[in-house]
């Protein structure tokens, strides 16, 4: 069973560290960077 889920890029892991480095990557923050600019900037903070 999946255990760990980042729902903005689709990503799913059973591991710890492997979703740690996910949300370190590069490809997480450009997809939060884009997502963040459509949204409004409190509701970008709350999901940083």
């Given at each position: 069973?999946?255990?760990?889920?980042?729902?903005?890029?689709?990503?799913?892991?059973f591991?710890?560290?492997?979703?740690?480095?996910?949300?370190?990557?590069?490809?997480?923050?450009?997809?939060?960077?884009?997502?963040?600019?459509?949204?409004?900037?409190?509701?970008?903070?709350?999901?940083?």
């Open positions: 069973r999946i255990q760990f889920v980042c729902s903005l890029c689709k990503y799913r892991t591991y710890d560290d492997e979703m740690s480095s996910h949300l370190e990557s590069k490809f997480h923050k450009e997809h939060f960077k884009f997502v963040g600019m459509k949204l409004p900037q409190q509701t970008a903070e709350f999901l940083q």
